[in-house]
């Protein structure tokens, strides 16, 4: 089995890398590869797309890599690939996003990406560290993972899903924010899984378990 991590020089793939590879390597997962190469994406058993930064920025990346994002959704789309989105790379799957200005995302998720918003004046944006995680839906990917287990945040902005079944998780920060959605072979975590001790690395060794 095989899992891209897409590099599309939009994300911190050295953490997110040596997480992947080490609960593949504890789980019996198979080999992990992060990657640009639009064959490579095209023929994984899994595909994970991070991404660090604006919104706008990191579409235009991963659609100016020549043929990875059309590798992706095929893939995704068509051949129902488990895909895991993780923090920008989770908004990329909203159908706008509202950063700077409008931009079209993959449409995998109906709704928009809109900037936290707390209604207590005193909590900082970005929304950065430690954060309860509040379940929503039950979900493979979170086997062995309750409401209250911590997860590490860093972004400003966060998913407004049109479905509230769409929503899998969230925390409270002066309200609710998405910290994971999803439907059918995709999963969207807005927190950094690999910066998030056990809790993190489970979701990730069950999502390299995780059979749609």
Known sequence: MLTAIID??????????????RMARETGGGEVVVTGDAALVARADRIVLPGDGAFPACMAQLKGHSGLCAAMIEAVEEK????????????????????????????????????????DPTLKV???????????????????????DH??????????????????AHVGYGGDVTAVTGRD????????????????????????????
């Open 80 to 119: 129902g690939r488990p895909f895991m989105g993780i923090c920008v790379g989770m908004q990329l799957m909203a159908t706008t996003g509202r950063e700077y200005t409008d931009t079209p995302g993959l449409g995998w998720i109906a709704g928009e990406v809109t900037k936290i918003a707390p209604a």
């Open 185 to 212: 072979n995709m999963i969207g975590l807005q927190f950094h899984p690999e910066k998030s001790q056990a809790a993190g690395l489970r979701m990730i060794a069950n999502f390299l378990a995780w059979r749609p």
């Open 126 to 148: 970005p929304h950065m560290g430690w954060n309860d995680l509040i379940l929503d839906a039950p979900h493979p990917v979170f086997d062995g993972i309750s409401s209250g």
């Open 151 to 168: 997860a590490y945040f860093v972004h400003s902005y966060h998913m407004a899903v049109d479905d509230p079944a769409r929503r899998l």
């Open 8 to 21: 599309y020089e939009s994300g911190n793939l050295h953490s997110a890398h040596k997480a992947f590879e």
